[in-house]
């Protein structure tokens, strides 16, 4: 374990969600290979759940070896289990090339959880701001961390949303929002309804090869999320909202590149490359008052060039 060490106190000094970027860490460690890790993940998620029972508390779960009489999470039928089917969805920004790139990872990950509470409110994008709070345990039963007041997070990580793993962002596409905020009036708020997951992480999709303090390499891990609320992000803040920068309208914002200049429309600064940024694109100007302000167009306004059938921002006939 020692050689873990230098990378689990740089990798791990904040909260154990942030994604360990491979440059942060100083020992290298030859990656296992993908699919072998999980199916040993598999095997100890599902010798887990047969093995335990679990106690839902408000604040907690609880986990105990299964005795005759109790049910084991495999078994009780109070918080159904699920499963889904998912990929690993992680770019990774090469300082090198400037660019986001697909990790490679072609394992068809079978994710287990338990819905606690469905939610009120909305199902954010995957790419939108999320405000969560949680509790991660190992499958040693002790909890290893938890920020139960919450943080806000987005993906990738821009401005002040830090990044998540895998796991954690794309479970909470089975939940919703709290369906309402309500300001107690002494600085304390009450979230009505917010959506709660209970997910079975392979290390996959979690930190895989890079420890972190209090998690060792190619653990498993069992997070207790709470879903609060969300935003609609604007990751490379041109005025376009990700969820309009998606061109071709199939959910996935990474196959957008409308200059094809190797960034995606969502983190392009100017999506058709004709040395206008988008956001100059988007602006006008009108009187207010007597006085001339500037103004971004909604996106429905963003008016096509002179015979172009696209908007302007994404045209490079025009600006
Ligand atoms: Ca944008
Ligand atoms: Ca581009
Ligand atoms: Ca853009
Ligand atoms: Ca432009």
């Known amino acids: 374990m020692k050689r873990f060490f230098i990378s689990a106190v740089i990798c791990g000094s904040s909260l154990l969600l942030w994604n360990c970027k491979p440059d942060d860490d100083t020992t290298t460690v030859a990656d296992r290979d993908r699919q072998e890790v999980y199916n040993e993940d598999l095997n100890d998620i599902e010798t887990f759940l047969k093995g335990n029972s679990i106690k839902i508390n408000e604040k907690n779960i609880e986990f105990t070896a299964v005795e005759s009489g109790s ?3 495999w078994d009780q039928s109070e918080y159904p289990l699920q499963s889904i089917n998912l990929k690993n969805d992680t770019y990774n920004y090469s300082s090198s090339t400037g660019k986001y790139e697909k990790l490679t990872d072609n394992v068809d990950y ?13 199902t954010p994008m995957i790419h939108d ?10 499958l040693d039963k002790t909890s290893f961390d938890t920020y139960p007041f919450g943080f806000w997070s987005a993906y990738p990580s821009y401005s002040s949303y830090t990044e998540i793993i895998s796991g954690y962002r794309q479970i909470l596409q089975q939940i919703k929002t709290a369906s309402a905020i309500v300001d ?31 998690i060792g390499a190619y653990t498993p891990l069992i997070f207790d999320i709470t879903l609060i609320t969300s935003k609609e992000a604007d990751h490379d803040n041109d005025g376009i909202l990700d969820k309009y920068e998606d061109v071709n309208n199939n959910g996935n914002l990474w196959d957008d590149d409308t200059d094809g200049d190797g960034k995606p429309n969502f983190l392009d600064l100017d999506d058709d490359g004709d040395g206008y940024t988008t956001r100059e694109e988007i602006t006008y100007t009108t ?8 103004k971004l167009y909604s996106f429905d306004q963003i008016p096509t060039c002179d015979g172009g059938t696209v908007k302007k921002h994404i045209d490079k006939n025009c600006h």
């Not at 338990?114 to 409110?121: A, M, S, Y």
């Not at 708020?189 to 996959?204: A, D, K, L, Q």
């Not at 009187?287 to 500037?294: A, L």
């Open 110 to 122: 079978k994710v287990y959880y338990l819905i606690v509470n469905e939610g009120g409110g909305e």
């Open 184 to 214: 107690n009036g002494d600085g304390t708020y009450t979230h009505e309804n917010p959506g709660r997951v209970i997910v079975f992480i392979p290390s996959g999709l979690g930190y895989f090869s890079s420890a972190q303090s209090s």
């Open 287 to 294: 009187e207010e008052n007597g006085e001339t302000v500037k």
């Open 71 to 73: 049910a084991s999470i």
């Open 129 to 138: 701001n999320v405000f969560t709070s949680y509790t991660g345990y190992s």
